[in-house]
């Protein structure tokens, strides 16, 4: 099946800096990779996916990076604000899954103002 | 909120009583999810219906037991739970499988 591998598992900025995070998934068949953000007390909430025809997107100071022949893809927010603040999953899903995602670890992420 | 609902919040048991989480999506989706959620692991699947079919169970012990009686509605009946049970109980809905999911609030379950 597919295995998610995410790091870091805690990452700490200062405010306005740009936060990485990086995830490798093992089924080169996945072509589904979304980014879910979980704040205290809520669940996991979507924020920016990629599929696997294209190899970036963005959405204002988010941005997925997709690198299908080293099958990793990464998350970017530029410009951090403390309410970036949250744990952060990363996802692979496709056919060899029967398309049920499987989600990473997680990052939790600390903007310091 | 995401159109995905959860009851209860919070649920307090003891290891004899039984208990049914509930969940409810009003965005007309076709599969429903079920996950665990404890502290410093990763999300775990537990249970995935896709048009009231269970298509996924990942070996979870039977003290769990759902139920999709609809395309809305998915519950979690509990019954003679252990401490590592407790945790964070999410729902989640998606359109179909290997689409984006929502994920309801979650239930905090604590077992004692």
């Known amino acids: 099946g597919e295995n998610v591998e995410q790091h870091p598992s805690t990452l700490s900025v200062q405010e306005g800096d740009s936060a990485v995070i990086k995830c490798t998934y093992s089924?080169?068949?996945?072509?589904?990779f979304p980014w879910y953000k979980q704040e205290l007390g809520k669940g996991p909430q979507l924020i920016i996916d990629i599929r696997s025809n294209v190899g970036e997107k963005k959405d204002q100071r988010i941005a997925v990076t997709l690198n299908k022949t080293a099958k990793h893809f990464s998350l970017h927010i530029t410009e951090t604000q403390p309410e970036d603040s949250a744990v952060y999953f990363c996802?692979?899903?496709?056919?060899?899954?029967?398309?049920?995602?499987?989600f990473g670890r997680g990052t939790s992420l600390i903007v310091h103002p | 909120e995401t159109g995905v609902t959860q009851t209860p919040r919070h649920l307090v048991m003891g290891m004899t009583n039984k208990k049914s989480l509930k969940c409810e999506q009003h965005l007309g989706h076709n599969a429903m999810y079920w996950y665990k959620q404890s502290a410093k692991k990763p999300l775990e699947l537990m249970f995935v219906y896709s048009l009231e079919e269970r298509v996924e169970n990942n070996s979870v012990p039977s003290r769990f037991s759902p139920e999709c009686p609809n395309s809305s509605h998915l519950f979690l009946h509990l019954h003679t739970l252990q401490p590592e049970d407790s945790a964070l109980y999410l729902c989640a809905s998606s359109q179909d499988p290997g689409r984006e999911q929502f994920f309801g609030p979650g239930t905090r379950l604590t077992v004692l």
């Open positions: 996802a692979a899903s496709g056919p060899g899954g029967s398309y049920i995602p499987t």
């Open positions: 089924d080169s068949a996945s072509n589904y």
